[in-house]
């Protein structure tokens, strides 16, 4: 068995050995295709400083090349503990000593940043595009029942009149602040490590602007130190921002579950998204939303993991290891969310009825209270005087001419055009850095 890349002896005790390589392995397996791009733009930096020559690079370009095509055929040994050794190693089977002169300059813990930073970067991306999917598909709903009529709620009690689509428009707008949030991990992972090795540099000229614009980040994360004690940071900073559009999906999965029962009856789920009881044979139950809800309780106990991970001293540490399996569980988990949340509306349906029925006129005591304003009665006065009459009316009856306010954001305008434009515009820019990450990678791979 070869040796790892640290090892200097070779009797390493197996339980050891087993307790700390961990999950390694297998959450490593996902970032293959980051380690050949960080390991050939690192190639090229030590062609430019001349501690390999272009026709080494070549060759080192051509074997990584092989690896990218055929990801499943390569696989982590646990004996190599992580994707770093098992890809020297691979090089070395190949090219001979060629392959370990790649190592010179970095260490593993800046490998294993630039590895993920990528990662990070190309799993955002997707998930932004994920959730402007699901915001077109709820503002096309909430276009459809724009004008059907319901009751906004305050405590869990009635309380205003709104529309089905003023609350739909209130989740569109929810998933283009999720884009934002997204936007700004995306940009806390758009920085390159690689030149930080263990967090003290190398003494070697690595010209570390030159391989992050290889490996199409925006900058340099500059101090070498901090690098190290960054990551779990970064962790975080992705964490958050996905609990932030999780906690809002499990709004919308709550909304969802109340309005499907038969207490309120506002909406129906199709069958295609419910399941039934194994006892009563009467139930649709609408697993898909709670699920969608209960996975968002998962958040931010993800995100608590790495925060106590990384109260730590400056540098690297082990410690930092365990970092990636509360995140790669939140990226897929979001996904998996947004994926559902997307393809929500279409299994809804309106009952028209029933909403209009809802809105009645105790609902309209705001109402009321502000046309005494508009005749010059101070708001306190008026608001008394209504509560008066509301409590003289006896039992609400069902309201009819419900008149909605009409300025901006508010239920009688939700602004569709403007919550299209903004979405367009998420969608654009996400577009174009994806396109310009895109041919970076396939420079990489093509660069000689």
Same mark, same amino acid.
């Given at each position: 068995m070869k040796k790892k890349l640290w090892q200097t002896k070779t009797d390493l005790d197996a339980a050891v050995e087993a307790y700390t390589v961990g999950a390694d392995p297998e959450l490593d397996a996902r970032l293959l295709r980051f380690e050949i791009y960080g390991s050939l733009a690192h190639a090229s930096g030590l062609v430019k400083i001349g501690v390999l020559t272009k026709a080494e690079h070549a060759r080192i370009r051509k074997a990584l090349a092989r690896l990218h095509r055929a990801p499943a055929r390569f696989k982590i040994a646990r004996a190599q503990e992580d994707i770093h050794t098992a890809i020297e190693q691979a090089l070395t089977a190949e090219l001979g000593e060629l392959g370990a002169k790649v190592h010179a300059g970095r260490s593993r813990n800046d490998q294993v940043q630039t590895d993920l930073r990528l990662f990070l970067k190309d799993r955002l991306l997707t998930l932004d595009a994920q959730a402007g999917e699901a915001a077109s598909s709820w503002a096309?709903?909430?276009?459809? +029942?724009?004008?059907?009529?319901?009751?906004?709620?305050?405590?869990?009690?009635?309380?205003?009149?709104?529309?089905?689509?003023? +609350?739909?428009?209130?989740?569109? %707008? *929810? &998933?283009?602040?999720?884009?934002?949030? &997204?936007?700004?991990? /995306?940009?806390? *992972?758009?920085?390159?490590?690689?030149?930080?090795?263990?967090?003290?540099?190398? $003494?070697?000229?690595?010209?570390?602007?030159?391989?992050?614009?290889? &490996?199409?980040?925006?900058?340099?994360?500059?101090?070498t130190l901090r690098v190290q004690s960054s990551r779990p940071r970064l962790e975080a900073s992705v964490l958050s921002s996905l609990a932030l559009v999780a906690r809002d999906l499990g709004v919308l999965s709550w909304d969802l579950s109340l309005?499907?029962?038969?207490? /309120?009856? /506002?909406?129906? &789920?199709?069958?295609?998204?419910?399941?039934?009881?194994?006892? $009563?044979?009467?139930?649709?139950?609408?697993?898909?939303? %709670?699920?969608?809800?209960?996975?968002?309780?998962?958040?931010?106990? +993800?995100?608590n993991q790495v925060l106590m991970i990384g109260q730590l001293p400056s540098g690297y540490h082990r410690d930092h290891q365990l970092t990636k399996g509360p995140l790669f569980c939140a990226l897929d988990a979001l996904g998996r969310m947004l994926e559902i949340v997307a393809r929500l509306p279409e299994s809804l349906e309106v009952d028209e009825e029933r909403c209009a029925a809802a809105v009645t006129t105790d609902l309209l005591a705001t109402h009321e209270a502000v046309a005494l304003v508009k005749e010059g009665i101070p708001f306190r006065s008026a608001y008394r005087e209504v509560a008066s009459r509301v409590r003289a009316a006896g039992a609400p009856r069902r309201a009819a001419n419900v008149e909605l306010p009409s300025h901006l954001g508010a239920p009688g305008r939700p602004d569709w055009k403007a919550l299209a434009r903004e979405n367009a515009r998420a969608s654009r820019r996400a577009g174009s850095i994806r396109r310009a990450l895109d041919q970076a990678w396939s420079a990489l791979l093509q660069r000689a």
């Open positions: 096309a709903f909430g276009a459809k +029942w724009d004008a059907c009529a319901m009751p906004g709620y305050s405590h869990l009690q009635r309380a205003m009149p709104t529309t089905v689509g003023h +609350w739909a428009a209130s989740h569109v %707008e *929810a &998933l283009l602040e999720g884009r934002r949030a &997204l936007r700004f991990a /995306f940009d806390e *992972a758009d920085a390159s490590p690689l030149g930080a090795a263990a967090g003290y540099g190398v $003494m070697l000229p690595l010209p570390r602007e030159r391989v992050a614009k290889l &490996l199409g980040f925006s900058r340099v994360q500059r101090n309005y499907s029962s038969a207490e /309120f009856g /506002f909406i129906k &789920l199709s069958d295609s998204f419910t399941t039934g009881s194994s006892i $009563m044979p009467q139930k649709k139950n609408p697993d898909v939303v %709670e699920l969608t809800r209960a996975r968002a309780a998962l958040f931010p106990g +993800w995100l």
